[in-house]
C-alpha cells in the first residue's frame, strides 16, 4: 500500500513531522516501558530493533478498544476524573494483561527480537516492556485503509481540544491534487474521503448561514 505521509504537512510549510517522515530512535533500559495507548492519530506504527535485547509487546484490537476504556473508567475512576482523561492517546496507565483478560478484555501477545519488525494496527490498544537494553526505531504510516477511521481520529483530538499532528482535510487535498498518480486502492479511499469532507463542509457553511452569518 502506498503512505500517504507524503500528502501530510507540518506545522510550517515544507517542514517535516517526527515520527512520521522521520524516524523515532528509542533506546531501552531492562523493564522499561510503555503504557497502554493508541498511537498517534490512531495511525499505523512499525518499531524496528536494531540491536540488544528482545521488547515484549501486549496488544488489544481495535474491535475491544473500548472494552479497555470501559475497564479503566472502573478500575481508576478517581485517576481518570482527576486527570479527565485528558489525552486521546488513553489514559497513561500500565496494567497487567493478566488484570485484562481476567476482566473479558483480548490481549494478544509478541516477543520481538533483534532485526524484527512489529506492526500496530489502527486504534488498537498496545503497550511494551523491554527485558534488557536495546536500540529500535518507530514510524508512524498513512495507509489507505486508515482513512476509514480518520474521521474518528479528527473527531477524537478535537474533542480533547489536542491538536492534531496533522490536519487530514490538507492531506487528503493534497493527495487529490495528484489522484492521476495514485494506486486504485489508494484513489478509492482518497474519492471516499474527498466527497465526504466535502459534503460535511456544505453542510457546516449551510448551518452557520442558517444561524445569521453572511459573506
Known amino acids: 500500500s502506498e503512505n500517504l505521509a507524503v500528502y501530510c504537512d507540518g506545522n ?8 512520521l517522515h522521520t524516524g523515532r530512535v528509542e533506546f531501552g533500559m531492562t523493564f522499561s516501558s510503555t503504557p497502554w495507548k493508541v498511537q498517534e492519530q490512531l ?3 512499525s518499531t ?8 515484549q509487546w501486549y496488544c488489544i484490537p481495535a474491535y475491544a478498544s473500548s472494552m479497555f476504556d470501559s475497564l479503566m473508567q472502573q478500575l481508576y475512576s478517581d485517576y481518570m476524573m482527576s ?16 488484570t485484562l483478560i481476567d476482566r473479558g478484555v483480548p490481549v494478544y501477545g509478541c516477543t520481538q527480537e533483534k532485526g524484527t519488525l512489529v506492526i500496530c494496527y489502527p486504534n488498537s490498544y498496545n503497550c511494551s516492556v523491554n527485558l534488557g537494553l536495546n536500540m529500535s526505531e518507530s514510524m508512524l504510516m498513512v495507509l489507505p485503509d486508515w ?3 480518520s474521521s474518528q481520529a479528527t473527531s477524537l483530538y478535537r474533542n480533547h481540544r489536542v491538536p492534531s499532528l496533522f490536519s487530514v482535510e490538507k492531506m487528503i487535498l493534497n493527495a487529490f491534487d495528484e489522484i492521476d498518480s495514485l494506486g486504485c486502492e489508494t484513489k478509492y479511499w482518497v474519492s471516499l474521503e474527498f466527497s465526504r ?18 459573506k
Open 12 to 19: 510550517t510549510q515544507g517542514s517535516s513531522i517526527p515520527g
Open 43 to 45: 495511525l499505523y506504527s
Open 48 to 55: 524496528y530493533v536494531h540491536s540488544g535485547a528482545v521488547k
Open 83 to 98: 486527570m479527565e482523561w485528558e489525552h486521546p492517546l488513553g489514559p497513561n496507565l500500565m496494567v497487567s494483561p493478566e
Open 147 to 149: 482513512l476509514r477511521i
Open 197 to 214: 469532507i466535502v459534503q460535511e463542509e456544505s453542510m457546516l457553511r449551510h448551518k452557520l448561514w442558517g444561524e445569521g452569518l453572511r
